[in-house]
């Protein structure tokens, strides 16, 4: 009995330094690192506006007001809700997906937008990212939607214009015309009067 008990012990020890060492220890460095470094980001990057949360700044969210600007389509199984969070896995090679869904959204931007029933639509109107719930649009796409938003909100396209590139990003690598512009910067940009 008692060399079992010697050779058990040493395993009883191991396995509370790893449980300590693993299960308690380090996740509690990488969880108090996070808030004193990165404590935005730790705690959701959440917009507000007049001090109420409006969301988060890396989850798209639904938009459908015609005066504002409107994010990619989402893939989630319920809407833009981040624990539904998927890709559709459909690709330009799959028939289905091409054939069916692509063109229903195609015609809706085009109608949303009072685009002519031939201009080109771009990728981030009509596709969903990878997570379904990428909260940024290409340049090119919020420029489209530029008049819409002008003309229901009676401001200034050019002034419109202005804001979407200077909330883009500049990653130093992709045309500017695909530069990602977060929708939620854009849309509590208008929010808070700052086009006029």
């Known amino acids: 009995?008692?060399?079992?008990?010697?050779?058990?012990?040493p395993a009883l020890v191991a396995t509370a330094i790893v449980t300590v060492a693993t299960g308690i220890a380090?996740?509690?460095?990488?969880?108090?690192?996070?808030?004193?470094?990165?404590?935005?980001?730790?705690?959701?990057?959440i917009a507000l506006h007049d001090g109420k949360p409006v969301g988060s700044y890396l989850i798209a969210q639904g938009v459908s007001d015609s005066g504002s600007f409107h994010?990619?389509?989402?893939?989630?199984?319920?809407?833009?809700?981040?624990?539904?969070?998927?890709?559709?896995n459909a690709g330009p090679l799959n028939r289905s997906f091409v054939d069916?869904?692509?063109?229903g959204r195609v015609t809706a931007y085009r109608a949303d937008n009072g685009l002519a029933p031939d201009?080109?639509?771009?990728?981030?109107?009509?596709?969903?990212?990878?997570s379904g719930l990428d909260p940024d649009i290409t340049v090119e796409d919020a420029l489209l939607q530029v008049p819409r938003v002008a003309r229901v909100r009676k401001l200034d396209a050019?002034?419109?214009?202005?804001?979407v590139?200077?909330?883009?990003?500049?990653k130093g690598w992709e045309a500017d015309s695909l530069r990602p512009v977060n929708v939620l910067v854009l849309n509590l940009?208008?929010?808070?009067?700052?086009?006029h």
Not at 27 to 44: I, K
Not at 71 to 88: F, L, T
Not at 100 to 103: D, R, S, Y
Not at 158 to 163: E, F, K, N, Q, T
Request: no cysteine; proline share 7%.
């Open 1 to 9: 009995m008692s060399s079992w008990i010697t050779n058990f012990r």
């Open 26 to 45: 380090y996740p509690a460095l990488v969880w108090g690192g996070a808030h004193v470094l990165f404590r935005d980001q730790a705690n959701g990057s």
């Open 71 to 88: 994010p990619r389509p989402s893939a989630a199984a319920s809407g833009y809700v981040g624990d539904s969070s998927s890709g559709s």
């Open 100 to 103: 069916t869904v692509i063109p």
């Open 119 to 130: 201009k080109p639509v771009p990728a981030s109107g009509v596709t969903a990212s990878g």
């Open 158 to 163: 050019a002034a419109l214009v202005a804001l």
């Open 165 to 170: 590139w200077s909330t883009s990003r500049d």
């Open 189 to 195: 940009s208008l929010e808070e009067g700052h086009v």
